[in-house]
């Protein structure tokens, strides 16, 4: 069970945010589960993808790492193209995850191969 973060300044203001987390199991070490925000005022800056640049050449340089697993909100078309177009693959979808405002909103799982 381990964190590796990545964090994006502008001006000194953390402006964006990026972790891997790794499990507990041995039988599952080879898979990675990330997460990531950017704060509203700073989207579509470069921001995002630079983290994901890093995240994803540190897993690659990690022997043990094979997958990178993240869940982005449906509806969340941005977040869902940088993702596609860093090579990740939608695995699935959780229907109902989240509700939001009311809102029922799927968790689409996507999935990156870096072994």
Avoid at 1 to 27: P, S
Avoid at 81 to 88: H, I, S, T
Avoid at 96 to 113: A, H, K, P, Q, T
Wanted: aromatic fraction near 12%.
């Amino acid at each position: 069970n381990w964190r590796r973060a990545w964090g994006w300044f502008v001006d000194g203001a953390l402006c964006g945010h990026l972790y891997l987390h790794g499990g507990l199991m041995t039988a599952a070490k080879h898979r990675v589960s990330m997460g990531m925000g950017v704060h509203r005022d700073h989207r579509r800056q470069g921001g995002g993808a630079a983290l994901l640049v890093a995240a994803i050449e540190w897993s690659k340089d990690q022997p043990d790492i094979d997958w990178i697993d993240l869940g982005v909100f449906e509806g969340n078309a941005p977040a869902e193209a940088m993702y596609r177009k860093f090579g990740f693959e939608e695995m699935g979808r959780k229907r109902d995850r989240f509700r939001v405002d009311g809102n029922s909103l799927d968790n689409i799982s996507m999935s990156l191969f870096v072994g």
